[in-house]
């Protein structure tokens, strides 16, 4: 399963679905509320990353707020602190490539005395 089809996925069991528990790759997710807005939230691992997906609120002043107003079930999603993708009424929009899983590593070298 891919990054894509797996936000698609989350989006789909736990708004669309209004499950309890989201099933990814044969693991279980609880989604939960937050404790201010009562918004849907589910922290989730994809590819030894590990991810929120948090329903949209529709009080903030952003077009993804206007169209959470308008009805439609959008979600954002999160992976270290930063916006990743959203997902509104089943149509992924990525924010920016996702990470490898794999970091680089970098070779020092010692300069000469």
Known sequence: ?????????VWRQALKENANLVELDGRR???RRTQRRR????????????????EQNPETRSRWAELA???QKVMQF???GGYLANV???KLTLYRKPRPTEKKTTIR???PS
């Open 1 to 9: 399963m891919k990054l894509e089809e797996a936000l698609v996925e």
């Open 29 to 31: 997710y609880p989604v």
């Open 39 to 54: 918004l849907r939230q589910v922290d989730f691992e994809f590819a030894g990353e590990t991810l929120r997906g948090i």
């Open 69 to 71: 107003r308008a009805g």
């Open 78 to 80: 999160t992976s270290g």
């Open 88 to 90: 509104a009424n089943g």
């Open 109 to 111: 070298r010692e300069k």
